[in-house]
């Protein structure tokens, strides 16, 4: 088994592929301790080779596999994994736990990127830390906001900043789900200049965390006007994109 291990800033996911088939995945948070997080998502398993990816990825060099372990950039592993499951892909968005990646590609390589890694915002931290805000879990989060219909605007991107303007806004007596649709559509604003800056073209895939919330999904559908399903791709699992694509390239290193 070739095993593709993406760990991130809020969750560890891990891939197993045998003769390029996905035979295993598990997911678990990243806690205060991935280390071991990624020992406990191993345990039983024995693979012929271990590719990591994503900010943590160097930390697979403190495990005892006795294989050969190597480690690729998330860049590259969205971009494989994308490609993977969707061959006609232009262009690749990534939005995890604590950076936003935008990929042009070109017949599955890498033709340019942007990517946000300085600071939360636009992430999955940035809704995470605004959903506390509102005392609802993150996984409900999107839900909410869809709720609102005349969302304010969110001057601020800074996660700090957009907390205090939120509650300044409901202080005045702003509908929350109005908030909560504000600050969802601050990430989008944020998304699409970065996608303009690479070249968007379509096919899109969308793929890390924030993929799942359907807040999300449906404001950059909107932004981006687009009106065909083929233009906006979606993994049946998005967070496991880029340990897929790390495990892709294993085989590749057979």
């Known amino acids: 088994m070739i095993i593709g291990l993406d760990i991130g800033s809020r969750s560890i996911e891990l891939v197993g592929i045998v003769d390029r088939e996905v035979v295993h995945t598990k997911q678990v948070p990243t806690t ?46 969205h971009a494989f994994g994308a490609a993977h499951l969707f061959p006609e892909a232009r262009t690749v968005l990534d939005i995890g736990g604590q950076d936003t990646k935008a990929i042009a590609l070109a017949k599955g390589k890498v033709m340019k990127f942007e990517m946000n890694d300085r600071c939360a915002a636009g992430t999955g931290k940035f809704l995470e830390y605004t959903a506390s805000v509102f005392q609802i879990p993150i996984e409900e989060f999107g839900h909410y906001a869809l709720k609102g219909e005349n969302p304010p605007e969110i001057s601020s991107i800074c996660t700090v900043f957009a907390e205090t303007e939120a509650t300044s806004l409901m202080a005045r007596g702003e509908r929350p789900e109005n908030i909560a649709l504000g600050l969802h559509k601050t990430i989008i604003k944020r998304t699409v200049s970065m996608l303009n800056r690479v070249g968007l073209t379509f096919p899109l895939v969308f793929t890390g965390g924030v993929a799942n919330n359907p807040c999300v999904r449906e404001l950059l559908a909107s932004a981006l006007k687009i009106t065909k399903p083929t233009d906006l791709l979606i993994p049946a699992t998005p967070d496991m994109a880029g340990a897929l694509g790390a495990a892709l390239i294993g085989c590749g290193q057979q």
């Not at 990624?38 to 990591?52: H, I, N, Q």
């Open 32 to 77: 205060f301790d991935p280390l071991f997080q990624c020992s406990e998502l191993l345990d039983g398993l024995r693979p012929a080779s271990l590719v990591g990816t994503g900010y943590g990825r160097n930390l697979i060099q403190q495990l005892d596999l006795g294989c050969p372990c190597s480690t690729i950039t998330e860049i590259k592993a």
